[in-house]
């Protein structure tokens, strides 16, 4: 799938596309329903699709020290994106010039010099511009200037409401991995590259695969069964601490999965881990044996969790 920037010229052959506008950040159900109208619309006029999401967040612009809250890389939604059906990614990078831009303005000049788009499909609740000032009634008024038609596709819901990443934040924060899972239609799944840590895992006979968290959102911290995707494509199951290790100092928040049956050299390479049931919370244990015993258990648990996946 191609990534298209738009701070760089878009290739012929992909202007006059159908675009979904959104931030897609976790590419959840709703989301899934914009970018399937999107796609489904190209396909009908016989044009490309193009998926466009912010990046930076425009969240990140305007509250630069709000804590880490993205649910998706840029890499994994490229995959989502392709896995669904689009011809490609376009990157609107997010900067005060772009903040800045009036709704009128940003519909000329992005989505209509720019990209030429014959079509744009949003949620019902899409804002953009310049003090949020555009909707998708001013996409279509100012749109119908250069040729550009507007769609919007309504909210997904279940019995609880509407399908959001809000909720899908709300349940990972509470260890609610099910709901999480539900909503997005998949596990959520922390992507990064292996890093060194202090190998007290190898120590105690749980070698972990230790990931930085970067931007993703922190689910609570605890013990998980989890499934690990590692480069050759294999995956494999297993437990995770996500937290900072209470019973070691000094405390360092990391991902720590530990692959059951598994040995090998992950250091630096990519692997991307998803969090399929929450175990526990994070304990201090009194010493290792006891620390070592619970981890046993915890081991057991997730085995037994993850053989029961369809």
């Known amino acids: 799938m191609i990534r298209l ?14 675009l979904a506008l959104g931030n897609f950040d976790g590419f959840h159900q709703g989301h899934q329903a914009v970018v399937g109208e999107a796609i489904r619309w190209a396909r009908e006029l016989g044009r490309p699709a193009v998926i466009a999401t912010f990046d930076p967040h425009p969240v990140r612009l305007f509250k630069p020290d709000a804590p880490a809250f993205r649910l998706t890389t840029l890499d994994q939604r490229q995959d989502l994106f392709a896995a669904a059906g689009a011809d490609a990614m376009l990157v609107l990078h997010f900067d005060r010039a772009m903040a800045e831009m009036s709704a009128p303005d940003w519909i000329e000049q992005v989505l209509g010099h720019q990209l030429g788009c014959v079509g744009v499909v949003t949620g019902e609740d899409f804002t953009f511009g310049k003090g949020r000032g555009g909707n998708p009634q001013v996409l279509r008024e100012a749109g119908a ?23 899908i934040r709300d349940a990972l924060k509470l260890g609610e991995c099910e709901t999480a899972t539900r909503l997005l239609t ?54 995770a601490n996500m937290g900072v290790r209470p019973t070691f100092e000094p405390p360092i928040e990391l991902l720590e999965p530990y692959f059951f049956d598994f040995s090998g050299d992950l250091y630096g390479q990519e ?16 010493s290792l044996d006891d620390l070592v015993a619970q981890m046993n258990r915890d081991c057991d648990r997730a085995r037994e969790l993850l053989s029961q996946r369809g």
């Open 271 to 286: 692997i991307e881990v998803a969090f399929h049931h929450f175990l526990r919370p994070e304990a201090k244990f009194d």
């Open 145 to 167: 200037r250069f040729g550009l038609i507007g769609r919007t596709v309504g909210p997904v819901h279940d019995d609880e409401g509407v399908v959001s990443s809000s909720r």
């Open 5 to 18: 920037d738009n701070r760089e010229a878009i290739p012929e052959a992909l202007r006059g596309a159908v």
């Open 186 to 239: 998949r596990p959520f799944a922390v992507r990064g590259e292996v890093q060194h840590g202090g190998k007290l895992g190898r120590t105690i006979g749980f070698p972990t695969a230790n990931l930085d968290m970067q931007h993703y959102l922190r689910p609570r911290y605890g013990i998980y069964a989890v499934t690990g995707r590692l480069p050759d494509g294999r995956v494999l199951p297993g437990a």
